[in-house]
Nanobody, 126 residues
Framework: QVELVESGGALVQAGGSLRLSCAAS????????MGWLRHVPGKDREFVAA????????TYADSVKGRFTISRDHAKNMVYLQMNSLKPEDTAVYYC???????????????????WGQGTQVTVSS
Protein backbone atom coordinates (compact mmCIF):
# COMPACT_ATOMS: atom_id res chain seq x y z
CA GLN A 1 0.00 0.00 0.00
CA VAL A 2 1.20 3.49 -0.80
CA GLU A 3 -0.01 6.86 0.43
CA LEU A 4 0.33 9.86 -1.87
CA VAL A 5 -0.04 13.37 -0.45
CA GLU A 6 -0.17 16.41 -2.70
CA SER A 7 0.67 19.96 -1.68
CA GLY A 8 1.30 23.32 -3.26
CA GLY A 9 -2.12 24.16 -4.62
CA ALA A 10 -3.20 27.78 -4.29
CA LEU A 11 -5.04 30.72 -5.80
CA VAL A 12 -2.88 32.43 -8.41
CA GLN A 13 -3.40 35.03 -11.10
CA ALA A 14 -3.28 34.15 -14.77
CA GLY A 15 0.28 34.11 -16.01
CA GLY A 16 1.61 33.05 -12.64
CA SER A 17 3.40 29.89 -11.55
CA LEU A 18 2.95 27.15 -9.00
CA ARG A 19 4.90 24.08 -8.02
CA LEU A 20 2.95 21.06 -6.86
CA SER A 21 4.61 18.38 -4.78
CA CYS A 22 3.65 14.77 -4.17
CA ALA A 23 5.09 12.90 -1.20
CA ALA A 24 4.88 9.12 -1.17
CA SER A 25 4.97 7.02 1.98
CA UNK A 26 4.37 3.40 2.84
CA UNK A 27 6.19 2.19 -0.24
CA UNK A 28 9.07 3.25 -2.45
CA UNK A 29 7.61 4.51 -5.71
CA UNK A 30 10.85 4.36 -7.68
CA UNK A 31 9.69 1.22 -9.51
CA UNK A 32 6.60 2.93 -10.91
CA UNK A 33 5.71 5.61 -13.38
CA MET A 34 4.04 8.59 -11.76
CA GLY A 35 1.53 11.04 -13.11
CA TRP A 36 -0.43 14.19 -12.45
CA LEU A 37 -4.09 14.32 -13.40
CA ARG A 38 -6.77 16.92 -12.76
CA HIS A 39 -10.49 17.12 -12.27
CA VAL A 40 -13.04 19.84 -12.75
CA PRO A 41 -16.47 19.17 -11.21
CA GLY A 42 -18.90 18.01 -13.84
CA LYS A 43 -16.14 16.80 -16.14
CA ASP A 44 -14.09 13.62 -16.43
CA ARG A 45 -10.67 13.38 -14.86
CA GLU A 46 -8.01 14.56 -17.28
CA PHE A 47 -4.44 13.43 -17.79
CA VAL A 48 -1.88 16.22 -17.34
CA ALA A 49 1.63 14.77 -17.25
CA ALA A 50 3.58 11.63 -16.42
CA UNK A 51 7.15 10.54 -15.83
CA UNK A 52 8.63 7.08 -16.28
CA UNK A 53 10.21 4.97 -13.58
CA UNK A 54 13.70 6.14 -14.55
CA UNK A 55 12.68 9.76 -14.97
CA UNK A 56 14.04 9.72 -18.49
CA UNK A 57 10.71 9.76 -20.28
CA UNK A 58 8.02 12.35 -19.79
CA THR A 59 4.73 12.96 -21.56
CA TYR A 60 2.23 15.81 -21.41
CA ALA A 61 -1.29 16.67 -22.44
CA ASP A 62 -1.32 19.03 -25.40
CA SER A 63 -3.06 21.66 -23.29
CA VAL A 64 -0.08 21.97 -20.91
CA LYS A 65 2.84 21.15 -23.18
CA GLY A 66 5.52 23.84 -22.98
CA ARG A 67 4.08 25.29 -19.77
CA PHE A 68 4.22 22.41 -17.27
CA THR A 69 7.17 20.23 -16.27
CA ILE A 70 6.99 16.99 -14.33
CA SER A 71 9.97 15.66 -12.40
CA ARG A 72 10.79 13.16 -9.69
CA ASP A 73 13.35 12.70 -6.94
CA HIS A 74 13.94 9.05 -6.14
CA ALA A 75 16.02 9.79 -3.05
CA LYS A 76 13.17 11.78 -1.51
CA ASN A 77 10.34 9.63 -2.89
CA MET A 78 8.80 12.77 -4.36
CA VAL A 79 7.17 13.86 -7.60
CA TYR A 80 6.75 17.48 -8.71
CA LEU A 81 4.75 19.47 -11.23
CA GLN A 82 6.09 22.89 -12.14
CA MET A 83 3.30 24.94 -13.69
CA ASN A 84 4.12 28.17 -15.51
CA SER A 85 2.04 30.61 -17.55
CA LEU A 86 -1.08 29.43 -15.78
CA LYS A 87 -4.45 30.02 -17.39
CA PRO A 88 -7.96 30.13 -15.89
CA GLU A 89 -8.74 26.87 -17.68
CA ASP A 90 -6.03 25.18 -15.58
CA THR A 91 -8.28 25.60 -12.54
CA ALA A 92 -8.94 22.12 -11.12
CA VAL A 93 -8.15 19.70 -8.34
CA TYR A 94 -4.77 18.18 -9.17
CA TYR A 95 -4.04 14.59 -8.24
CA CYS A 96 -0.79 12.68 -8.00
CA UNK A 97 -1.16 9.06 -9.06
CA UNK A 98 0.97 5.94 -9.48
CA UNK A 99 1.04 3.70 -12.55
CA UNK A 100 2.45 0.33 -11.48
CA UNK A 101 1.96 -1.42 -14.82
CA UNK A 102 3.79 0.83 -17.32
CA UNK A 103 7.23 1.66 -15.95
CA UNK A 104 8.85 2.65 -19.26
CA UNK A 105 6.08 4.51 -21.12
CA UNK A 106 3.56 5.83 -18.60
CA UNK A 107 -0.17 5.63 -19.11
CA UNK A 108 -2.02 8.69 -20.34
CA UNK A 109 -5.53 7.71 -19.30
CA UNK A 110 -6.78 8.17 -15.73
CA UNK A 111 -8.23 4.64 -15.54
CA UNK A 112 -4.77 3.10 -15.81
CA UNK A 113 -3.50 4.68 -12.61
CA UNK A 114 -3.63 2.41 -9.57
CA UNK A 115 -3.10 4.67 -6.56
CA TRP A 116 -4.26 8.24 -6.09
CA GLY A 117 -3.70 11.03 -3.62
CA GLN A 118 -6.45 13.20 -2.15
CA GLY A 119 -5.76 16.12 -4.47
CA THR A 120 -4.82 19.77 -4.13
CA GLN A 121 -6.87 22.69 -5.44
CA VAL A 122 -5.39 25.02 -8.03
CA THR A 123 -7.39 28.12 -8.87
CA VAL A 124 -6.26 30.54 -11.56
CA SER A 125 -8.02 33.90 -11.65
CA SER A 126 -8.30 35.98 -14.78
Amino acid sequence: QVELVESGGALVQAGGSLRLSCAASGRIISAWSMGWLRHVPGKDREFVAAVSRSGGYTTYADSVKGRFTISRDHAKNMVYLQMNSLKPEDTAVYYCAADSRHPVVPATTPGQYDFWGQGTQVTVSS
